[in-house]
């Protein structure tokens, strides 16, 4: 796929949406081990890592991820799955002006379903964490 898009549409259609995603990324997940970093303090006792402390901090950490950069997420997926060969958006500034006129709420569309997603994913994710640093020792 990456090579027909390169082939048919060139290098810079090959990378639409980066610039956001690197942005997303940096900025989520730096909130996201910040959170989980300052929640797990409360939830050690002697070294060892409450289990349901890891959950919660898991949970947490996986809803402020998206709690800080769902609307470029949501600039990034439109841009993304427009159109290559005739877009209606000419990057992302222009998508996000084109989207805002819809009112600002469209900017966080489907996010309470990714951020309880999240929660759940992240909450699981942290005890197998966990539960693995003890298997591993």
């Given at each position: ?14 990378y ?9 990324e ?30 919660f ?21 439109m ?29 966080f ?11 759940v994913?992240?909450a699981?994710?942290?005890v197998?964490f ?6 591993v020792?």
């Amino acid at each position: 796929m990456a090579a027909r898009i390169l082939r048919e549409h060139g290098l810079r259609k090959l990378y639409i949406g980066f610039l956001p995603t690197l942005y997303r990324e940096a900025m989520g997940l730096g909130c996201y081990f910040y959170t989980y970093d300052l929640l797990i303090r409360n939830f050690i006792n002697d070294g060892k890592v409450n289990l349901l402390g890891s959950m919660f901090a898991g949970g947490c950490a996986g809803a402020s991820f998206w709690a800080f950069v769902y609307p470029v997420d949501y600039v990034k997926t439109m841009v993304q799955s427009d159109s290559l060969t005739v877009p209606k958006f000419n990057g992302n500034i222009d998508c996000a002006r084109k989207e805002i006129v819809k009112g600002f709420p469209v900017f966080f569309t489907a996010m309470p379903i990714m951020i309880v997603r999240a929660i759940v994913a992240n909450a699981v994710g942290f005890v197998c964490f966990e539960v693995g640093k003890t298997l591993v020792y």
